[in-house]
T-cell receptor
Framework: QKEVEQDPGPLSVPEGAIVSLNCTYS??????FMWYRQYSRKGPELLMY????GNKEDGRFTAQVDKSSKYISLFIRDSQPSDSATYLC???????????FGIGTKLQVIP | GAGVSQSPRYKVAKRGQDVALRCDPI?????LFWYQQALGQGPEFLTY????????KSGLPSDRFFAERPEGSVSTLKIQRTQQEDSAVYLC??????????????FGDGTRLSIL
């Protein structure tokens, strides 16, 4: 079993839809949780960075962490074609921040 | 530039050849990480440097893989006697401070390595 599980998709939604991306993790030591966006042939770009449980909002993006159920979510409001990318969830126990990634969910927003 | 820079962007080598991949981290970043990303997978941790010290190399898949950061800035990942299973994108990331911190990692665009 991988430490971070994520549905690879692909997920196709119409422009303007609310997108929900989810991951589960098994490592109880994880304290920091991240969402990265990766466009084709580019490196991962940090979208959201949260500590412990709770919500964090940044523009159209909201990240949620529920440590009791080991569940991580990313919501994208008013999705745009430019949001089409692979979204990687990740966790870390801190320290020197070795990050463990999920497989990534491929999202396509259709105009 | 302002971001993490990796070179070359693409590398093709014949099986058995040695390759060297370069990473220029963001200026002033203490921590440097190497990851391997196979096709359709998430990045997998290879090794970590704090300044010039290699503090964790537990992710290196074999003794054919070697990384160094001699002056605490630029890093090189070397793969000896390459095999086809080494074909992947090799990503470098850096972060501002060292251990026991919570600064996020910033990634370069990677080197896409193909072994023929």
């Amino acid at each position: 079993q991988k430490e971070v599980e994520q549905d690879p998709g692909p997920l196709s939604v119409p422009e303007g839809a609310i997108v929900s991306l989810n991951c589960t993790y098994s490592n109880s030591a994880f304290q920091y949780f991240m969402w990265y966006r990766q466009y084709s042939r580019k490196g991962p770009e940090l979208l959201m960075y949260t500590y412990s449980s709770g919500n964090k909002e940044d523009g159209r993006f909201t990240a949620q962490v529920d440590k009791s159920s080991k569940y991580i979510s990313l919501f994208i409001r008013d999705s745009q074609p430019s949001d089409s990318a692979t979204y990687l969830c990740a966790g870390s126990s801190g320290g020197y921040q070795k990050v463990t990634f999920g497989i990534g969910t491929k999202l396509q927003v259709i105009p | 530039g302002a971001g993490v820079s990796q070179s070359p962007r693409y590398k093709v080598a014949k099986r058995g050849q040695d390759v060297a991949l370069r990473c220029d981290p963001i200026s002033g970043h203490v921590s440097l990480f190497w990851y391997q990303q196979a096709l359709g997978q998430g990045p997998e941790f290879l090794t970590y440097f704090q300044n010039e010290a290699q503090l964790d190399k537990s992710g290196l898949p074999s003794d054919r893989f070697f990384a160094e950061r001699p002056e605490g800035s630029v890093s090189t990942l070397k793969i000896q006697r390459t095999q086809q299973e080494d074909s992947a994108v090799y990503l470098c990331a850096s972060s501002l401070v060292g251990a026991y911190s919570n600064q996020p990692q910033h990634f370069g665009d990677g080197t896409r390595l193909s072994i023929l």
